[in-house]
């Protein structure tokens, strides 16, 4: 057994479907480093986030399995946190309270309500939500809720965040700052981190490597790209580097040929309209516009 921090093993999916078994992975393979930050990309449908869920122990994988510090994944857990595209607010509950919701689950026994109170209100600062922090849900925007869900899966203070298409619903310039907390956060906390995205940007500037997936069914990790610029990272300066524009270069190349010539993933590819409804969207690849 490899010893590294988070091993997703050998992993295959097969769904039951009316029409029969569907293969959705086919050995998905990944070791990753504590304190890593792995995005995953690839084109829609091709089984991201069952990957995600996997690991969150939300399914369970046909074969193969994910391992997490020596212990196999079978369930959900607070080490385990996730952030979903669409925030997952309580919304009869402020911003405080839905932190404190997961705090409480965590930490009863081990912190006192004063403990709690301050481990809250760091989170919340740490999302720079702590002026908000009394606000309920619908009163604040969309960039500020996923904020709040964000604290929430940090408060839990899990060894690694899931993250499925965090910022997609946001809009460009509500996103980059959302990505610039995050690389803070990332730099302070140390999580491990998996996030899907469709962004080819905030994939290079968030990532220390881009796992890049073929199309499905039966898809695989088709090729990975190790990021190796330099953090903290900066937007602007990196804008006109040439190593940055490789990288970018390199995703949209491998997420073109994909597109066009889907045998070379060595798996067919499936017509968008045969896809779950809601999770069939165009991919979108060049600007910070969230994917519609
Ligand atoms: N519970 C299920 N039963 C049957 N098929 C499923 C189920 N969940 C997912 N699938 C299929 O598995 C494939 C992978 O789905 P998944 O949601 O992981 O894709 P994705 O890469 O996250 O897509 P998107 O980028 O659109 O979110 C799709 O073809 C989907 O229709
Ligand atoms: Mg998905």
Known sequence: MSEKHLNIDHVSMVFDTPAGPFVALDNVDLKMDEGEYVSLIGHSGCGKSTVLNIVAGLLQASTGGVILDGTEVDEPGPERAVVFQHHSLLPWLSA???????VKQVFKRNKSKAEMREW???????????????????????GMKQRVGIARALSMQPKVLLMDEPF????????????DSLMEIHAELGNTVIMITHDVDEAVLLSDRIV????GPSATIGEILDIKLERPRNRVALADS???NHYRAAVLKFLYERQR???????????EDERSGDEARPLQMVTGVAAA
Do not use: F, W
Request: proline residues 5%.
């Open 261 to 271: 010539n889907p045998e070379s993933g060595g798996a067919a590819s499936k017509p």
């Open 168 to 179: 997609g619903a946001l809009d460009a310039l509500t996103r980059a700052h959302m990505q």
């Open 120 to 142: 809250i209100e760091y989170n919340l600062k740490l999302v720079h939500m702590e002026h908000a922090m009394n606000k309920l849900p619908g009163e604040i925007s969309g």
């Open 96 to 102: 405080y309270e839905n932190v404190e919701l997961a």
């Open 242 to 244: 040439s190593e940055y």
């Open 212 to 215: 890049m997936m073929t199309n």
